[in-house]
Structures are given as C-alpha cells and as structure tokens.
C-alpha cells in the first residue's frame, strides 16, 4: 500500500508563494504520474498540474506562468511552487499518484493540505 503525506499549506497574502510536498512510500513512485488537483468549497475536485516519469507536465491555464511541479525520484518526493498567489487559490490541495505496474492500474491519494489565500 501507498502512502502519499502532503504538506507545506497554510495562509498566505495575495502575491505571496508556498511550496507544497508530497512524499510517497514504497517504490513505485518514480514509474508513476504525480498530480496535484485541488477542491475549493462547494467546488469539484480540478486538476491543477501534472507531471509524468518522463517529467512532461502539464498545468491548467489558471496557474500557467505561477505554479511549477517537480519531483525527486531519489527522495519520493513532488513539489509544487506555488507563486503569485490568488484568493481564488484557496483550496485543499491533494497530492495524486497513478500509473499501472505490470498490467494492474493503480492510483493513489494524499490526505490534502489546505491552502488559504488571504490579507
């Protein structure tokens, strides 16, 4: 079993940046896709951005040209800066991985971290 733990959320001022993490055990996490999404209240769940073993990412024109992913294969980690933020940003954030090991899919979840965007 997969365990992904997000962190680095919190509040921040409108046009200030966070980093979050996401960490994941065991080992398939360099063999997989990392995304984050996000659900602001009384919202669906949206995708923020992407990035695949092969580190092609992908964003939602609402964060292009602010948010960048990363990951670190060596430490089982993703990142997601996070700049020029927005109140429209507010949201819990959730950490995604996916992919399939053999044949099998699989796709996992983080617990959230919540971002909260506010002067």
């Known amino acids: 079993q997969v365990q992904l733990v997000e962190s680095g959320g919190g509040l921040v001022q409108p046009g200030g940046s966070l980093r979050l993490s996401c960490a994941a055990s065991?080992?398939?996490?360099?063999?997989?896709?990392v995304g984050w999404y996000r659900q602001a209240p009384g919202k669906e769940r949206e995708l923020v951005a992407t990035?695949?073993?092969?580190?092609?990412?992908n964003y939602a024109d609402s964060v292009k040209g602010r948010f960048t992913i990363s990951r670190d294969n060596a430490k089982n980690t993703a990142y997601l800066q996070m700049n020029s933020l927005k109140p429209e940003d507010t949201a819990v954030y959730y950490c995604?991985?996916?992919?399939?090991?053999?044949?099998?899919?699989?796709?996992?979840w983080g617990q959230g971290t919540q971002v909260t965007v506010s002067s």
């Open positions: 990035i695949s073993s092969g580190d092609n990412t």
């Open positions: 995604n991985l996916r992919g399939r090991r053999y044949v099998l899919p699989y796709e996992y």
């Open positions: 065991g080992n398939i996490f360099s063999i997989s896709t």
